[in-house]
């Protein structure tokens, strides 16, 4: 991950993210949608449509709070709004020269302004902006712009984010940057990362106690008591799930035996 030294040409980092919710029927706008692009914004959370699938962001901070279909499907996200840490979000892990935090600092890079970059019937573009705050020892040393792009007629929507850090800002590094989905646990049971790492997923409620036992360290959980018996006595560890960013193009989840079957694929653009 990149480190940022405080005499080094200010860089432009970017990361790209596609988004596809796939469902195997064609979805079509409800009655008295729209099929093109639009955003609306006068009040509350940032709502984008276009024609099969609709995003909701907070504003300004630029949390995903909600991807839905136009034809009446629930909410694809794991939301709560007391929750920090649901729907879609991105975050960094960072720390600077001399810290006496070993762990470094996360930060769910909220926005501060919100912009609408461009809007028209073929694609609409959203901004949500923080800047470095100087006068705050942990604020994260980088200006963010964190972006969603929607186009006309498509089932997914393109997320990416522009890091900025000036010539004269203190150093840093970035140990992790990434964005995170949390999905609908009653809708998504069946995990894909690629053709040799796919399976039907216990749930998150089997890794807590009475149903699972923490072992050496937390991400590892002996499934004692699972709701599925199938899972009863596994190791539930999601290094077990991990792959080399290198060789991370798609990855999602599927509702195997939901009425409205459909998945929730993150495509990779690239990886710098």
């Keep these: 991950m990149p480190n940022f030294g405080a005499n080094t040409h200010p860089p432009h980092l970017r990361r790209w993210s596609r988004v596809a919710s796939t469902a195997p029927r064609r979805c079509h706008p409800a009655a008295g949608s729209s099929s093109w692009c639009y955003v609306t914004s006068r009040q509350g959370p940032v709502i984008v449509v276009n024609g ?36 879609g979000y991105w975050n960094v892990v ?46 994260v040393r980088l200006d963010v712009d ?17 890091f900025e850090h000036a010539t004269d800002w203190p150093a840093l590094n970035i140990s992790v940057a990434r964005l995170v989905f949390k999905l609908n646990a009653d809708k ?19 890794r807590d106690r009475p149903r699972g036992v923490p072992l050496d360290y937390k991400e590892a959980v002996l499934l004692v008591d699972p709701k599925e018996p199938q899972f009863k006595g596994e190791v539930d560890d999601k290094y077990q ?29 690239f990886g710098r």
């Design 241 to 269: 799930y991990s792959m080399d960013n290198k060789d991370n193009m798609v990855h999602g989840w599927i509702s195997s035996d939901h009425p409205n079957p459909m998945g929730f694929w993150v495509i990779t653009v």
């Design 52 to 87: 099969v699938v609709e995003v909701a962001l907070s504003r300004p901070e630029g949390h995903i709070t909600g991807v839905r279909y136009d034809d009446g499907e629930p909410n694809l996200l794991q939301y709560n709004a007391s929750e920090g840490n649901s729907g």
């Design 188 to 206: 998504f049971d069946y995990m894909a990362i690629s053709d040799d790492i796919q399976r039907y997923m216990p749930s998150a409620a089997d």
């Design 146 to 162: 964190k972006r969603l792009v929607m186009l006309r007629g498509s089932s997914g929507f393109y997320c990416y984010a522009i």
């Design 94 to 139: 960072w720390n600077y020269p001399g810290s006496d935090h070993p762990k470094g600092f996360m930060d769910r890079l909220d926005g501060t302004e919100f912009r609408i970059i461009s809007s028209s019937e073929e694609q609409v573009e959203l901004s949500f902006r923080s800047t470095y705050n100087s006068s705050r020892r942990n604020s």
